[in-house]
T-cell receptor, first 110, second 113 residues
Framework: EDQVTQSPEALRLQEGESSSLNCSYT??????LFWYRQDPGKGPEFLFT???AGEEKEKERLKATLTKKESFLHITAPKPEDSATYLC???????????FGAGTRLAVHP | GAGVSQSPSNKVTEKGKDVELRCDPI?????LYWYRQSLGQGLEFLIY????????KSGLPSDRFSAERTGGSVSTLTIQRTQQEDSAVYLC???????????FGEGSRLTVL
C-alpha cells in the first residue's frame, strides 16, 4: 500500500532561520512527487513536481529535492509569509489519484 | 471564473439529513477530483472523473456517498443520511489532464450535529 509520511508535524522558526521539511514515501512505481502549500481556510496551492531521483526545483526561498525514498523541502531565510501547512503527495502505478501526507505546519515568527 | 468554485462554503446539518456539495471546475479542465480533509489530517481521496470515462469511485467511504459530473463540467457530491464522522472540509480540484498539478477550490466545510 502506498504511504506518505511527513515530518515534523509542526515546525516553528525565527525569521531568517533556514530549515528543511521531510517527506518519506513507499510506493509501487513512483510517477511523480508533488509539494503543495495550504493556508488556513484555503485549498492547497501547487508548488513543485519532481519526477526522478536527483531532481531539484526552486521557487523563491523554497527548494525541493528528491531521492529514491524521500523528498526534502528546504526553506532558506524564511519570512513570516511563508507560514502555512506544506503538503507532500505522490502519484504511483497506474492510478490517477494523489496520495497525500498529513502535512507539516510551519510557523515563521519575526 | 478564474478558479475552481465550490458551494456552499459552509454547511451545518443535522444527523440523518442529506447534503449536496457543488463544484464548478476551471473551464477546459477535463479531470475533476473530490478529496476530504478532516481536522489536522491529510487529504483523503474520494472520487475522480476524467472526461467521459467511468469515474474512479475507489475512495468513497460508504454507499451513503455518491457523486456525479454533468456535461463534463459541474460536479455534485451527495452524502445521504449524514453522520457526525462525515464532518470535514470537502475539497474539489480540477486539472488539465492527469493527476499531479491540481487546482483546488476553497472547500465546503460540513458540520454534522
Amino acid at each position: 500500500e502506498d504511504q506518505v509520511t511527513q515530518s515534523p508535524e509542526a515546525l516553528r522558526l525565527q525569521e531568517g532561520e533556514s530549515s528543511s521539511l521531510n517527506c518519506s514515501y513507499t510506493v509501487s512505481g513512483l510517477r511523480g512527487l508533488f509539494w503543495y502549500r495550504q493556508d488556513p481556510g484555503k485549498g492547497p496551492e501547487f508548488l513543485f513536481t519532481l519526477y526522478s531521483a536527483g531532481e531539484e526545483k526552486e521557487k523563491e526561498r523554497l527548494k525541493a529535492t528528491l531521492t529514491k525514498k524521500e523528498s526534502f523541502l528546504h526553506i532558506t531565510a524564511p519570512k513570516p509569509e511563508d507560514s502555512a501547512t506544506y503538503l507532500c503527495a505522490v502519484l504511483s502505478g497506474g492510478y490517477n489519484k494523489l496520495i497525500f501526507g498529513a502535512g507539516t505546519r510551519l510557523a515563521v515568527h519575526p | 471564473g478564474a478558479g475552481v468554485s465550490q458551494s456552499p462554503s459552509n454547511k451545518v446539518t443535522e444527523k440523518g439529513k442529506d447534503v449536496e456539495l457543488r463544484c464548478d471546475p476551471i473551464s477546459g479542465h477535463t479531470a475533476l477530483y473530490w478529496y476530504r480533509q478532516s481536522l489536522g489530517q491529510g487529504l483523503e481521496f474520494l472520487i475522480y472523473f476524467q472526461g467521459n470515462s467511468a469515474p474512479d469511485k475507489s475512495g468513497l467511504p460508504s454507499d451513503r456517498f455518491s457523486a456525479e459530473r454533468t456535461g463534463g463540467s459541474v460536479s455534485t457530491l451527495t452524502i445521504q443520511r449524514t453522520q457526525q464522522e462525515d464532518s470535514a472540509v470537502y475539497l474539489c480540484a480540477s486539472s488539465v489532464k492527469e493527476a499531479g498539478e491540481l487546482f483546488f477550490g476553497e472547500g465546503s466545510r460540513l458540520t454534522v450535529l
